[in-house]
């Protein structure tokens, strides 16, 4: 199964609102990171927080990391309706070799 | 600047025929090189990756191969289309342990 699950798999919300989203894994990890992907479109990277890092701020961006429990989370805030996008957590475990498992996505909508 | 190629954009094919997926990369070198499938409304499943000309390394064993002519060169292969090779086929760049940094992709229908 994937490394990476986000939960929830679908977020419906109003602009100006937060919206939070939540990525667990199951091994340790060097790095985390979240992208952002439009409908038919690649992938774009938002973040990259490493193992020894708690959080990180980017913008309208905040992503935490707490290794004991192998969690993290991606809080957007005062969302707008161009947020609208499919967002992934990576992980790239720590027994090396560069691999990054994704996690199968949220799906965030923002009404304008 | 760094800048990463993708072609075809989509791609019809039929079953059992050949396929040949390139992409290049441009503005760096001996950059680590990914391919990931995606199913629609899905996330991305690893299929290879390289850290090197001629170094692949193969997530998951199926219909697929992945070559490294060059050391920004990255081709997907098949010699028979299966129906579920169908998806959307996303090349990738890194440095190392970082960010990745993805190409336009390509839509491959398997008919």
């Known amino acids: 199964s994937q490394q990476g699950e986000e939960d929830p798999q679908a977020l419906s919300i109003q602009e100006g609102e937060n919206a939070t989203m939540n990525c667990s894994y199951k091994?340790?990890?060097?790095?985390l990171q979240w992208y952002r992907q439009n409908s038919g479109r690649g992938l774009v990277h938002l973040i990259l927080?490493?193992?020894?890092?708690r959080e990180k701020h980017s913008g309208r961006l905040r992503v935490t990391l707490d290794t004991s429990k192998k969690s993290s989370s991606l809080l957007i805030t005062a969302s707008r309706a161009a947020d609208t996008a499919s967002y992934f957590c990576?992980?790239?475990?720590?027994?090396?070799?560069?691999?990054?498992?994704f996690g199968a996505g949220t799906r965030l909508f923002v009404k304008a | 600047s760094q800048t990463i190629h993708q072609w075809p954009a989509t791609l019809v094919q039929p079953v059992g025929s050949p396929l040949s997926l390139e992409c290049t990369v441009e503005g760096t070198s001996n950059p680590n090189l990914y391919w990931y499938r995606q199913a629609a409304g899905r996330g991305l499943q690893l299929l290879f990756y390289s850290v090197g000309i001629g170094q692949i390394s193969s997530e998951v064993p199926q219909n697929l191969s992945a070559s490294r002519p060059q050391d920004r060169q990255f081709i997907l292969s098949s010699k028979k289309l299966l129906l579920s090779d169908s998806g959307f086929y996303l090349c990738?760049?890194?440095?190392?342990?970082?960010?990745?940094?993805f190409g336009p992709g390509t839509r491959l229908t398997v008919l």
């Open positions: 091994t340790s990890i060097n790095n």
């Open positions: 927080i490493r193992s020894n890092e």
């Open positions: 990576a992980t790239e475990p720590d027994t090396g070799g560069f691999k990054t498992i």
């Open positions: 990738a760049w890194s440095w190392g342990s970082n960010e990745q940094f």
